[in-house]
């Protein structure tokens, strides 16, 4: 259906693509460390800014998706 109603299947893909790999590879897994590791320590730190990187990259690589 977005197929059919979008003039460029491309900048789709990217957008689906840019957003769930930032999600995979950074957001999910620091999320469920911190989740999973509620105690405050050094790793709990380090999977939290994992995650707010993620978070920080996320509409930065949308947006280059249509600058480009």
Sequence with gaps: LVA???????????????SASISIAFI??????????????????AALGLAGAGVALLPACIAANFLH
Excluded: F, N
């Excluded at 999910?28 to 730190?45: D, E, M």
């Design 4 to 18: 059919v109603s979008v003039a460029d299947l491309g900048l789709i893909l990217s957008l689906i693509g840019a």
């Design 28 to 45: 999910i897994p620091g999320a469920v460390y911190a989740r999973l590791h509620p105690h405050p320590h050094a790793k709990r730190a």
